[in-house]
């Protein structure tokens, strides 16, 4: 079989360039400074002089750090991923999953986990609502939908404004925001929508996300214009069209313009912890609306 040059021990790929040692099926014309076996992006460690594998870092030959605390960062401190919209197609799967079954199931499904806050039922008149202590549906009702065009343009949404801060962002911290978005468009909803008005949807993760963006790209020092456009017209359909639950869209955009800000420009020496506080606060923030609410509605 024909091998490498330079290397008897790492195949070629089928292009004729060296196959990274650890993953064979990803070609790669960096080599370790040291051994001079080729690594791939996942597993080079960024040196001095070059790039050296994880054997000869671990070794106490390279910089003295592990892979994994010197592997590429995103600007938010996340680990930079072979596949950075992981999180954004299994969020999208999630909601189509729901939708699937909705469709199956009919309006019962929807009655259980749509965001209300407090109402009698039809038929038995019972009462049921976030108020009577389903939390549940502050969250279910972000995954929740009804209509193709609805959740066809979330999803689209979704789709383009997932990927980008995902990889800017980190898989978790992406996802965090997402979740926390959404909350906090059901929190806001909750608050100030009657009581008995149902709503449902992930517009207000959506609206999280362009806030996001928005603030991830003055962050970079890139145009402003086009999201800011996007931000305008979005905003114009959610104060003109009906039917349209505009407190979860305008809570949704708050935290997650929040959310983000402190993500992206959290200082290096204190990011992690910077980071966590900021989702925190968010989420008590949170808590504390529903509670108040909560209050209001039983008390």
Request: aromatic share 8%.
């Amino acid at each position: 079989m024909d091998q490498a040059p330079g290397n008897p021990e790492t195949p070629a790929t089928a292009g004729g360039t060296p196959g990274c040692y650890r993953h064979p099926d990803r070609p790669t014309g960096i080599t370790c400074t040291r051994c001079e076996r080729p690594i791939c992006p996942e597993c080079m460690v960024s040196a001095s002089v070059g790039f050296q594998c994880p054997e000869c870092v671990r070794g106490g030959s390279g910089t003295g750090h592990t892979a994994r605390d010197t592997r590429p960062r995103t600007i938010a401190g996340g680990a930079v991923t072979q596949n950075p919209n992981l999180v954004t197609k299994i969020l999208i799967g999630i909601n189509a999953a729901v939708w699937l079954a909705v469709l199956a199931a009919g309006d019962r499904l929807v009655g259980e986990l749509d965001l209300i806050g407090r109402a009698h039922t039809a038929g038995t008149f019972e009462l049921v609502g976030v108020a009577e202590g389903q939390w549940y549906r502050l969250l279910t009702a972000m995954f929740l939908h009804q209509q193709v065009m609805h959740i066809a343009f979330n999803m689209l949404s979704l789709w383009w404004l997932g990927p980008p801060l995902e990889a800017a962002l980190g898989r978790v911290r992406f996802l965090a925001l997402y979740l926390l978005s959404g909350l906090g468009g059901s929190a806001l909803s909750y608050l100030l929508a009657a009581q008995n008005q149902p709503s449902l949807g992930a517009s207000g993760a959506v609206f999280g996300l362009l806030g996001a963006t928005a603030v991830l790209m003055r962050r970079m020092n890139y145009d402003m214009r086009p999201v800011l456009i996007l931000l305008a017209l979005n905003l114009v359909f959610t104060f003109t069209w009906a039917n349209i639950a505009w407190q979860a869209h305008i809570g949704g955009l708050v935290v997650g313009a929040a959310v983000a800000y402190g993500m992206v420009h959290a200082p290096r020496e204190h990011r992690a912890l910077i980071q966590r506080v900021t989702c925190a606060v968010a989420l008590l923030a949170i808590v504390a609306v529903v509670w108040i609410r909560t209050l209001q509605l039983t008390g």
